[in-house]
T-cell receptor, first 114, second 110 residues
Framework: NAGVTQTPKFQVLKTGQSMTLQCAQD?????MYWYRQDPGMGLRLIYY???????DKGEVPNGYNVSRLNKREFSLRLESAAPSQTSVYFC?????????????FGPGTRLTVL | QKEVEQNSGPLSVPEGAIASLNCTYS??????FFWYRQYSGKSPELIMS????GDKEDGRFTAQLNKASQYVSLLIRDSQPSDSATYLC??????????FGAGTRLTVKP
């Protein structure tokens, strides 16, 4: 049981390049999330998916697209990377345990855009 | 606007003391409240969740919620050096939206 996995762990892009961040969970959770974390800014929600086949915008969706490929996988795509997208990206999945909505985070992807 | 405010710290307490972390939120329709701990270079992990006014205790941790004042706090009793981390306050809404504060960095000195 690996929990939430993310690939890659590190990535360097040039401005204008595209890439997809991959996320998978093996806990059979319905909900999945993508966050970015910048110094002094805390975590900001980019997109979330409450269930397979649905996605919704979070606080900072501009410049990103997502795909909920199936119940396990939720990918984040940067079509044309910009230096402002340099950040640490966390994927999370959640379930309700004993009445508590519990989010489990992946290890993160550290992205630098030059 | 869904804003979550925390004192960025750093907050420094001696080992064995009580650490008190505070958080305020702006949107009264907030449904659920969480405290996460994040060690440097690691991902956040859930410590406590609270949904109704009052106190909720779990071991050395107590979460307190006051919806009228739009205020949630976390008390850590008998603080240990291993509690040194950044603590993130998060507010959830009934559509799976979640907003985090910037975090408070806590240092527990031996």
């Amino acid at each position: 049981n690996a929990g939430v996995t993310q690939t890659p762990k590190f990535q360097v892009l040039k401005t204008g390049q595209s890439m997809t961040l991959q996320c998978a969970q093996d806990m059979n959770h319905n909900s999945m999330y993508w966050y970015r974390q910048d110094p002094g800014m805390g975590l900001r929600l980019i997109y979330y998916s409450a269930s397979e086949g649905t996605t919704d915008k979070g606080e900072v969706p501009n410049g990103y697209n997502v795909s909920r490929l199936n119940k396990r996988e939720f990918s984040l795509r940067l079509e044309s990377a910009a230096p402002s997208q340099t950040s640490v990206y966390f994927c999370a999945s959640s379930t309700v345990l004993a009445g508590t909505d519990t989010q489990y985070f992946g290890p993160g992807t550290r992205l630098t855009v030059l | 606007q869904k804003e979550v405010e925390q004192n960025s710290g750093p907050l420094s307490v001696p080992e064995g003391a009580i650490a008190s972390l505070n958080c305020t939120y702006s949107d009264r329709v907030s449904q659920s409240f969480f405290w996460y701990r994040q060690y440097s270079g690691k991902s956040p992990e859930l410590i406590m969740s609270i949904y109704s006014n009052g106190d909720k205790e779990d071991g050395r941790f107590t979460a307190q919620l006051n919806k009228a004042s739009q205020y949630v706090s976390l008390l850590i009793r008998d603080s240990q050096p291993s509690d040194s981390a950044t603590y993130l306050c998060a507010v959830g809404y009934n559509n799976n939206d979640m907003r985090f504060g910037a975090g408070t960095r806590l240092t527990v000195k031996p």
